[in-house]
């Protein structure tokens, strides 16, 4: 239920910023517009945002027969976490990320940079993985693609701002004229992002928890963000400098911030995230605290594929 009055409050949100921006720009000949838009484009992303997102970074869904330990390692993890086994899908781009799509359970996917996979051990794609899923059991993959889908919407509404300048039939007068139009080009996507931030930072947070309790250890999560953080360097995500409007959607923010975007992140510092994550882990015996880390090969008893399984990516 808090999912779903999350995803509620998100939609009349984006909705009210549909209406009021078509009110500036048209008066009431404009709302309507915007509110007929704002309708029709909630309904379709309700359906479709998640095809649309997978489409948008070209997602290859994979099968079993091509990539069984990663097939069976998340069918163990959603069992764990009391989930259907999400579709599977890898997007062949270098910079490695992570994101889950779907507007419930039932209909979900999870896909991964092919980045992610070279880069990461098993207990680290475990960890990325498992956050997912928890993005999945919280129904935040629905407000995610909404939102991706709603926010490059009002991007669209605001370039057609300059179909309504001047005065409008009710008599309105746009009070902004082209300038203030061109302002409304930039504010209100931005508008559009700030709602987004108040949603997302305190779901990845969650995610985070949620996902190293399915895990089975913290410290899998944490050295997975590590990673992700470290070579999303100087790796630029194309589609997503693109479509910036879905950058919430990855684990870690995908955007190279040579723009404004930056300044506007729905991710939490990855530093936090990471200290968050290890205090949830528990004390080493003080045999093991003066001894290097064990391998990435080693897992402990409860973990959902295996003990001594080797890492299958290298």
């Known amino acids: 239920m808090q999912g779903y009055l999350r995803t509620a409050m998100l939609l009349a949100a984006l909705t009210a910023l549909f ?11 404009g709302m309507v517009l915007a509110f007929l838009l ?4 909630n309904a379709w992303a309700w359906w479709n945002s998640d095809r649309v997102v997978l489409s948008m970074y070209n997602a290859q869904p994979i099968t079993p027969a091509e990539a069984p330990r990663l097939f ?8 764990r976490a009391g989930l259907p086994m999400p579709a599977l899908y890898v997007i062949h781009e270098d910079q490695p990320n992570a994101f889950a799509t779907g507007r419930n359970p039932q209909n979900a996917a999870v896909a991964v940079n092919t980045g992610l996979l070279d880069l990461m051990n098993e207990q680290e794609v475990a960890g990325v ?24 919407a009002i991007g669209m509404l605001a ?24 302002v409304l080009l930039i504010v209100g996507p931005l508008a559009a992002m700030l709602v987004q931030m108040a949603i997302s930072r305190s779901r990845e947070y969650e995610a985070d928890r949620l996902g190293a309790e399915i895990a089975g250890d913290p410290r899998w999560l944490a050295g997975g963000l590590q990673k992700l953080e ?21 684990i870690v923010n995908p955007l190279s911030g ?9 991710h939490p510092p990855t530093e936090e995230r990471i200290r968050r994550l290890l205090a949830m882990a528990p004390p080493a015996p003080p045999a093991m605290a003066r001894r290097a880390a064990p391998p990435a090969a080693v897992y402990p008893p409860n973990s959902p594929w295996g003990e001594g399984r080797r890492n299958p990516w290298g």
Do not use: W
């Open 230 to 250: 470290q070579f999303k360097q100087g790796r630029v995500n194309q589609a997503a400098e693109a479509h910036p409007a879905s950058a919430h959607m990855f």
């Open 129 to 152: 993985v498992a956050h997912e899923l928890a993005h999945i059991k919280h129904r935040d993959t629905l407000i995610m693609t909404l939102t991706a889908t709603l926010a490059g």
């Open 72 to 79: 069976a390692m998340v069918q163990g993890l959603a069992q």
């Open 38 to 41: 704002a309708c029709g484009t």
């Open 159 to 182: 370039q057609f701002g300059f179909l309504f300048r001047g005065n409008s039939q009710d008599g309105h007068r746009n009070p902004f004229g082209p300038i203030g139009a061109m």
């Open 19 to 29: 209406i009021g921006i078509g009110y500036l720009l048209g008066g009431n000949q």
């Open 258 to 266: 040579l723009r404004m975007d930056s300044l506007f992140t729905t």
